[in-house]
C-alpha cells in the first residue's frame, strides 16, 4: 500500500531513485565472537528493508549477523517494491525485518518467499502509532497510519530491544554478545536523545511550527514538542487546491513561522509562493524517509541534520 503523503518526501532524498536496488552489508568483525574468541555456529542472515533497521541489525549483531539492506538511502521505502533478486535473498535469510505500520505493501510476498523459513518481524508493529492528518481532522486508523516512527528516538531504542529479541531467539548462545552490542548503541541513542533535547530547548515553544508538504514528522513533532502544519498534494501531478494554499498561507503568517520545510524539490512554484507572501524562508533539507547521505548517513548523523535545519531555520 502507498501512501499518498510520500511521493513528495522521497523527491527530497536526492532525486535518487534506485529501484530494485539491494546493497549487501557485512556486519563485519569475522565469524568470531569479540569475548572470548569462540568461534560462533552460523551468521545469522538478515534482510533488511528499512535503512534504520539495517543500522540497528548491524550494530546489535556486529560480527555475528550478514545484514543485506534491500532499500539503501536514496530509495523511497514507500514505492519500492521487491525484484526476484530481492525476493531470492529473503528466501534464504534467516529474519526478515520490516519498517511495518503499512510501509511495505508487498510484505504478502515476502513472506511467501521466506516460505515460514525466516522470521518475518514487522518491528514498527510493536512500536506506539500515530496516524496521518488531512487539515485538522485524524483520518481513518488503517490506511493512514503514520509510518515514519523513527523520527523519535526513543521510538529507534525500542526497536533496538525488538531486533536483538529477535537475535538471541535465532542464536541463544551470543546472547551476551547481542546484549553488549546493543547496551552500547542504546547509551549511544540516549546520548542522542539528550543532545536534540538540548537543541531543541534553544527555541521558544511558541516557535516550535513545522511547516511541511506532508506528515512525516509527526513522531518528531510529538516527542519534541513541535506543530506540524502539513500540505498535502506538493507533487508535480497533483497541485495542492488554491484553498489548502491560502490556509496554509494563514498559518504561517498567524503563527509567525519563520521557514517552512521541503519535502518536495520537483514543485518549488508553490513553496516560492508561500515564502514570498509571507516572508518566511525555505529551511535546510530534512531528510524524512530513512537514512542520508554524508553526514546523514548514519542514524544519529540524520536526526543531527534535521534538528540542525529545523533549530537554524525557526530560531
Ligand atoms: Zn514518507
Redesign the pocket.
Known amino acids: 500500500m502507498k501512501?499518498p503523503?510520500?511521493v513528495p518526501?522521497?523527491r527530497l532524498v536526492l532525486g535518487l531513485v534506485v529501484m530494485g536496488a539491494t546493497l549487501g552489508f557485512s556486519g563485519g568483525g569475522g565469524a568470531w565472537a569479540a569475548k572470548g574468541g569462540e568461534p560462533l555456529a552460523e551468521r545469522i542472515r538478515v534482510s533488511s528493508f528499512s535503512s534504520i533497521l539495517t543500522e540497528i541489525a548491524q550494530r546489535v549483531g556486529e560480527g555475528v549477523v550478514v545484514v543485506s539492506g534491500h532499500v539503501p538511502p536514496g530509495v523511497?521505502?514507500?514505492e519500492f517494491e521487491p525484484n526476484p533478486g530481492v525476493l531470492r535473498t529473503v528466501a534464504s535469510a534467516d529474519l526478515v525485518l520490516l519498517s511495518a505500520k503499512h510501509m511495505e505493501g508487498y510484505v504478502g510476498k515476502l513472506k511467501e518467499s521466506a516460505g515460514g523459513k525466516a522470521r518475518v518481524v514487522e518491528v514498527g508493529g510493536q512500536l506506539p502509532s500515530l496516524w496521518m492528518r488531512d487539515g485538522t481532522q485524524t483520518m481513518g486508523r488503517d490506511a493512514f497510519e503514520d509510518?515514519?516512527w523513527w523520527h523519535s528516538v526513543p521510538n529507534v531504542q525500542r526497536a533496538v530491544k525488538v531486533v536483538r529479541e529477535q537475535f538471541v531467539a535465532l542464536q541463544p548462545q551470543s546472547a551476551g554478545f547481542f546484549l553488549e552490542n546493543s547496551n552500547r548503541y542504546l547509551s549511544e541513542l540516549e546520548d542522542l536523545q539528550r543532545w536534540v533535547r538540548g537543541r531543541v530547548a534553544e527555541l521558544p515553544r511558541n516557535q516550535r511550527k513545522l511547516v511541511t508538504s506532508?506528515d512525516?514528522l509527526q513522531y518528531f513533532a510529538k516527542e519534541y514538542g513541535f506543530s506540524v502544519y502539513a500540505v498535502e498534494g506538493l507533487t508535480p501531478s497533483e497541485q495542492p487546491s488554491s484553498r489548502k494554499v491560502a490556509a496554509l498561507l494563514d498559518v504561517i503568517r498567524a503563527q509567525r513561522v519563520k521557514a517552512v520545510f521541503a519535502?518536495d524539490t520537483v514543485n518549488p512554484k508553490v513553496l516560492r509562493e508561500m515564502t514570498s507572501e509571507t516572508g518566511a524562508v525555505l529551511g535546510g533539507r530534512l531528510w524524512?524517509?530513512g537514512l542520508g547521505t554524508g553526514d546523514a548517513a548514519t542514524y544519529a548523523g540524520m536526526i543531527r541534520s534535521n534538528v540542525n535545519a529545523i533549530v537554524e531555520a525557526l530560531k
Open positions: 501512501l503523503c510520500c518526501c522521497l523511497d521505502p514507500h509510518p515514519h506532508h512525516a519535502q524524512v524517509d
